[in-house]
């Protein structure tokens, strides 16, 4: 069964730093992707960022380049979401995803497995 977990989130200042980690167990592939999405009260899901393992490549939603940085441990079984200077508008519910066949343009992909979130709270 897969499963990822994420953690770290809380109340940060705007302009304060957070990283958010995903734990995955349960998928057994070696070329995968990762993304991170978010989604605010009232708000639809979005993808913030994410990576894959195939082409080892990394993307970001345009609001968020220059702040915040996916990477991984190897063999790529942790994944973090490291996010600098947050906005007010940044605040949300995060999510990490995985999906099997790790596509390059991770960011419009269809994921198949989610993690429950954790919750980033910025205040002004």
């Known amino acids: 069964e897969v499963q990822l977990v994420e953690s770290g989130g809380g109340l940060v200042q705007a302009g304060g730093s957070l990283r958010l980690s995903c734990g995955i167990s349960?998928?057994?592939?070696?070329?995968?992707?990762i993304g991170w999405f978010r989604q605010a009260p009232g708000k639809e899901r979005e993808a913030v960022a994410c990576?894959?393992?195939?082409?080892?490549?990394?993307h970001y939603l345009d609001s968020v380049k220059g702040r915040f940085t996916v990477s991984s441990d190897n063999p790529q079984r942790m994944v973090y979401l490291q996010m600098n200077d947050l906005k007010l508008e940044d605040a949300g519910v995060y999510f990490c995803?995985?999906?099997?066949?790790?596509?390059?343009?991770?960011?419009?992909?269809?994921?198949?497995?989610w993690g429950q979130g954790t919750q980033v709270t910025v205040s002004s």
């Open positions: 349960g998928f057994k592939d070696d070329d995968y992707a």
């Open positions: 990576m894959t393992t195939r082409d080892d490549t990394t």
């Open positions: 995803a995985a999906e099997n066949t790790g596509w390059r343009r991770c960011l419009i992909l269809k994921y198949d497995y």
